[in-house]
């Protein structure tokens, strides 16, 4: 599989396992996986998560779909930010890194999970507010866009009852 040809491409990345991500993919060669992660392996990089070559059971480019409410993906956030945001250790570090994106669409993916998990009706507790909340509240200061801004705003208020 020629994985360099979705690199800075919005992707559906199906794993061995059955998993299922979305998102815009980095490409990295075997030589910088070696130098950056100890593996000398070919992959594809989403935020917070590498999939090895050998773990990717099948690669779909979602570029020429037609934009729906989500834009080009099928969902308003997927499993990405969802393991991100439940990581097994409890450190929303990852989620933190989404929020950090440069890409606004994985930024505002990750703020609809926020939104979404914030509602208790959800069943899960999200997990270090604080250390989210110093984030958003960065979003709100830097961001240059309104939507980002807006989102991040409505959780701060949502979560301290802080008005913007």
């Known amino acids: 599989m ?21 998102g815009i993919a980095s490409h990295n060669s075997a030589d910088y ?13 989403l935020p917070g998560i590498l999939f090895y070559a050998g773990d990717i059971a099948s690669v779909e480019s979602l570029e020429e779909r037609e934009d729906g409410p989500w834009g080009k993906y099928s969902e308003p956030f ?20 989404i929020l950090d994106c440069e890409d606004p669409e994985h930024v505002i993916r990750m703020l609809r999970c926020l939104g979404y998990y914030t509602n208790p009706e959800a069943g899960r507790e999200i997990p270090d507010k604080p250390q989210i909340l110093e984030q958003l509240r960065v979003l709100v200061k830097y961001s240059h866009d309104p939507e980002i801004e807006h989102m991040a705003s409505a959780l701060i208020a949502a979560w301290t009852g802080e008005a913007n």
């Open 33 to 45: 996986d070696e130098h950056e992660f100890g593996k000398y392996e070919e992959g594809l990089q």
């Open 2 to 22: 020629d994985l360099w040809q979705f690199n800075d491409k919005r992707v559906r990345i199906t794993c061995l396992d059955g998993a299922v991500y979305e």
């Open 78 to 97: 997927g499993r990405l930010e969802e393991e991100a945001l439940f990581d097994e250790d409890g450190d929303p570090v990852i989620a933190c890194e």
